[in-house]
């Protein structure tokens, strides 16, 4: 479902990603570890185009784009590409004007054109999904962390992406309120759906990933099933790392 092959990312002399290759079978969820400032967001970025690559190429199912090359310029394919990923991120980015409902609702009405009917039976149906079918008519405002980064999730769903990339979705939330996001990202998961997801939880990652992958300096240090990346590292870089965080429960 995914391919990376040679990802390489600068923001001016800083090299952020230096040559990332990842494959990702449809269906297994992957969490990307490593410490702040490693690349894991910005890969994250890249796989849908919020950031440009310098060079390397990405695939997502069908599609598939290589940095600089005119295709890359192209807006439909862009556009393609990012119809193949729904994007969680760590702050939810709801329109704090709209209701849970009309949040949802959005994106299936302006860019797939769905009739406003439909498209209000898709959203209820998520809401429904991810528990929140009696807060469709709440703003954001008047909904907890863990309320509104579950309708970000259903907002996400909504364009029915093949893949959901996950940018630290728990990370601003409280012990409880991060237990309501696990429980539906866990069942998307049972349900089969891709998930790249980045996390400095090692419990999360634990809980929810089939694999495991390590950047440091913005490269993949290493990377394999979860059990044996968290429980038996190999590169010293890793093995320290995970000792910084033995204080917490895995």
């Known amino acids: 479902m995914i391919e990376i092959v040679g990802l390489r990312k600068r923001f001016g002399p800083v090299t952020v990603l230096d040559g990332i290759d990842h494959q990702q079978a449809a269906g297994e969820v992957v ?6 400032g490693c690349g894991k967001s910005t890969l994250l970025r890249c796989l849908n185009w919020l950031e440009t690559p310098d060079a390397g190429s990405l695939r997502l199912g069908d599609v598939r784009i290589e940095a600089g090359t005119p295709e890359a310029a ?5 556009q393609q590409l990012r119809r ?11 329109f704090p004007h709209r209701t849970a409902l009309e949040n949802v609702m959005e994106a299936p009405i302006h860019v797939d054109r769905l009739p406003r009917s439909e498209a209000h039976a898709l959203a209820m149906g998520l809401l429904s999904k991810v528990g929140l079918a009696d807060r469709a008519h709440h703003l954001p405002a008047q909904l907890s962390g863990g309320q509104q980064q579950r309708v970000a999730i259903a907002r996400a ?7 959901l990339l996950c940018d630290e979705p728990t990370s601003a ?17 049972a349900e089969g759906m891709t998930l790249l997801l980045v996390t400095h939880e090692l419990a999360f990652a634990r809980d929810i990933a089939h694999r495991v992958v390590f950047l440091e300096g913005g490269r993949v240090v290493e990377s394999g ?13 890793l093995q320290e790392f995970l000792g910084k965080h033995r204080a917490r429960p895995l």
């Open 74 to 78: 192209d807006r439909r394919l862009r």
């Open 157 to 163: 769903l909504a364009m029915k992406p093949q893949v």
């Open 31 to 36: 969490a990307l570890i490593g410490p702040s």
């Open 173 to 189: 939330l409280d012990p409880e309120l991060r237990g309501e996001v696990l429980t539906v990202l866990q069942t998307l998961a």
């Open 84 to 94: 193949r990923t729904g994007m969680i991120f760590q702050q939810f980015h709801l």
């Open 225 to 237: 099933p979860t059990r044996a990346v968290l429980d038996q590292p190999q590169h010293p870089r």
